[in-house]
């Protein structure tokens, strides 16, 4: 009996204990992060179908970048939410107070500028101070400036410069399949006309398609930390590199390990479709994996 009485005040203190325990305090720092003016450079890569501002029939996308063919579209972004933006790009006497931006590097092969142009990218962000900096930092900001290079490179073959042209980095054979198939895996190669290096060609694009960029351009392996980028049209513009093509406006990009690519493209069908110009062209997604 004695036994009984002495386990059930046992659990009767044991559970008033487990009663007596607070839920622990919200971490005051969870989700802080302390101000930068750290920012990423993209460059811009579509294809408009009819070529007017007010048209949505076109295909986006913004690769991260260091180095740009002459004549890129590049996009400038802040990685953080900021009160203030000043940015400056070179000796240009401008400057831009948003969040993002976006310039095109036109002019440097008509001034005989000696490539590769480097120019300076600097941000200087502000940001006012909060409750969480005096608790959650030992020396906390509300001021930096940080500076990137970017890097332009020549996008005309007739200059002494074609040697950045050379191996591109996205040169092989992908096994994968196209969104609209996803059951239907095909091995697509990309490849280089023996005769015009210039001219890249997709052999087996969409499972029977041979298309080659000669309308658009591509990005080499020349770059640091990008992805190797760009776009292509299926119209050979009388080469006869293509047979049996349903493609119409395509964008392309390797992964940062470059060891598979993704393509967005749009058939022939959806260059007229569809017909309300607000509206986006219907698109396709390839993914493959590159083999060895």
Same mark, same amino acid.
């Given at each position: 009996? /004695?036994?009984?009485?002495?386990?059930?005040?046992?659990?009767?203190?044991?559970?008033?204990? @487990?009663?007596?325990? /607070?839920?622990?305090?919200?971490?005051?720092?969870?989700? +802080?992060?302390?101000? &930068?003016?750290?920012?990423?450079?993209?460059?811009?890569?579509?294809?408009?179908?009819?070529?007017?501002? @007010?048209?949505?029939?076109?295909?986006?996308?913004?690769?991260? =970048?260091?180095?740009?063919?002459?004549?890129?579209?590049?996009?400038?972004?802040?990685?953080?939410?900021?009160?203030?933006?000043?940015?400056?790009?070179?000796?240009?006497?401008?400057?831009?107070?948003?969040?993002?931006?976006?310039?095109?590097?036109?002019?440097?092969?008509?001034?005989?500028?000696?490539?590769? =142009?480097?120019?300076?990218?600097?941000? /200087?962000?502000?940001?006012?101070?909060?409750?969480?900096?005096?608790?959650? &930092?030992? @020396?906390?900001?509300?001021?930096?400036?940080?500076?990137?290079?970017?890097?332009?490179?020549?996008?005309?073959? $007739?200059? !002494?410069?074609?040697? +950045?042209?050379? !191996?591109? #980095?996205?040169?092989?054979?992908?096994?994968?399949?196209? *969104?609209?198939?996803?059951?239907?895996?095909?091995?697509?190669?990309?490849?280089? $006309?023996?005769?015009?290096?210039?001219?890249?060609?997709?052999?087996?694009?969409?499972?029977?398609?041979? #298309?080659?960029?000669?309308?658009?351009?591509?990005?080499? *392996?020349? +770059? $640091?930390? *990008?992805? #190797? #980028?760009?776009?292509?049209?299926?119209?050979?513009?009388?080469?006869?590199?293509?047979?049996?093509?349903?493609?119409?406006? &395509?964008?392309?990009?390797?992964?940062?390990?470059?060891? *598979?690519?993704?393509?967005?493209?749009?058939?022939?069908?959806?260059?007229?479709?569809?017909?309300?110009?607000?509206?986006?062209?219907?698109?396709?997604?390839?993914?493959?994996?590159?083999?060895?």
């Amino acid at each position: 009996m /004695k036994n009984s009485t002495l386990i059930l005040l046992l659990l009767l203190l044991f559970g008033g204990c @487990q009663k007596c325990k /607070k839920d622990p305090a919200p971490d005051p720092c969870l989700g +802080y992060k302390p101000m &930068s003016a750290d920012f990423r450079m993209f460059e811009i890569l579509s294809f408009n179908a009819y070529d007017t501002i @007010q048209d949505k029939r076109f295909l986006y996308k913004e690769v991260e =970048v260091d180095t740009v063919f002459e004549g890129s579209l590049v996009s400038f972004e802040a990685n953080q939410t900021l009160d203030s933006y000043e940015w400056r790009v070179g000796s240009d006497n401008r400057t831009w107070n948003t969040k993002k931006f976006s310039l095109s590097f036109f002019g440097y092969l008509n001034n005989n500028i000696t490539f590769p =142009v480097s120019i300076d990218i600097t941000l /200087k962000g502000k940001r006012t101070k909060t409750e969480k900096d005096s608790i959650c &930092s030992k @020396q906390p900001k509300y001021e930096e400036t940080i500076t990137k290079r970017l890097v332009i490179l020549p996008h005309s073959f $007739d200059t !002494n410069d074609y040697r +950045y042209y050379t !191996n591109p #980095a996205f040169l092989g054979e992908y096994e994968g399949f196209s *969104s609209d198939k996803p059951t239907e895996k095909y091995i697509m190669k990309i490849a280089t $006309d023996p005769s015009m290096q210039d001219i890249v060609y997709f052999d087996n694009f969409n499972n029977g398609c041979r #298309a080659s960029n000669r309308s658009g351009y591509y990005n080499p *392996s020349f +770059y $640091d930390i *990008s992805y #190797a #980028a760009g776009t292509f049209r299926g119209i050979s513009e009388g080469f006869g590199l293509w047979t049996n093509c349903d493609l119409y406006l &395509s964008i392309f990009f390797l992964n940062k390990a470059k060891d *598979s690519i993704s393509i967005i493209y749009t058939k022939n069908e959806s260059a007229i479709q569809p017909s309300d110009p607000k509206k986006h062209l219907k698109t396709y997604t390839f993914k493959g994996k590159k083999l060895k």
